[in-house]
């Protein structure tokens, strides 16, 4: 406001119109025209298929992800996830099973109004279920959505909802289809 004042008085200005104002979608639109990388991490709260005769549990996992594009989107992303879980006691002896899941994607985001946005992904990649004397990697499919809150330009408060589709033999006696279900909140922040 001090150097509107001084440029007016210097024939600079004009002392009637004041300065522009920028708000938060002015200081994103310089942003949007550019690549972006982002680190996304989350939690996820999984229901294993019945059919893999394994207990819900918890997980974390990362995601490196490159933005290309303008407003809306386009993004590649890279990570893992991992379940720490057991066998389901109704129906095998307890035993502890490790799941991870090695992923890559792709997919898009559509902003909606300022600090919004919503995404869309298709994931693939592998899962690796292993417990003491049993292994299996197997192929998997995921469809990802997301709702996104962004406080600041760089930084995304969300929440993810997957639907993986997999086949695999583990705890089991030949390969099936499966289907797990997935939902968490994640942060993410942009360079």
Known sequence: M??????????GGD???????????DLEEGQEEKDIVGIEVFALRTHFDDGLKIEDAWGVGADLKLGLGGPTRTW???GYAGWNTENDEDR??????????YRAGVGFDVPVREVFDLGFWIDGGVYRFRRDGEEDTSPYVEF??????????????GLLVMSTHTQSSFNREH?????NYSAGPSVEVRF
Request: hydrophobic content about 50%.
């Open 2 to 11: 001090i150097v509107w004042v001084a440029l007016c008085l210097a024939g």
């Open 15 to 25: 002392l009637l119109e004041p300065p522009p104002l920028y708000g938060f979608a």
């Open 76 to 78: 590649l992303r890279l």
């Open 92 to 101: 095998l002896p307890s035993e502890g099973v490790w799941v991870r899941q």
């Open 144 to 157: 990802l959505g997301t709702v996104g809150f962004r406080p600041v330009p760089n930084v995304r408060i």
């Open 175 to 179: 390969t099936h289809l499966f289907h």
